[in-house]
């Protein structure tokens, strides 16, 4: 599917996640590198951060997502992914998960 280590480490919601993406960032990785179907290492960290039931997990990905955010990262374009509408079903189901959770 053409993740890299960024991708895994901003879904992950180990503790040491947001450290391990520092450590990638400071050694000038791209924030922006995308997977086979154009999702960014923003698009797994946001998804899980709502979509995990575990809280310290969803918290660290969040962390990771504001790291990649300092560095540039960024959203992906859903229209320019090739997966768009798959894409914007699984937001929309973890946004739900979320709300249900009572966060916003």
Known sequence: DGKNAMHYAARSGEPSSPDMLML???ANL???Q?????GLPVDEAEYWAARDGVREKREACLRSRNILAQYGG???VPSE???AEAFLKRQERA???AYRRGER
């Open 24 to 26: 990638m960032l400071q």
């Open 30 to 32: 791209d924030p922006n």
């Open 34 to 38: 995308a997977d086979n179907y154009g």
């Open 74 to 76: 960024r959203r992906c």
């Open 81 to 83: 992914r090739t997966d």
């Open 95 to 97: 946004r739900d998960e």
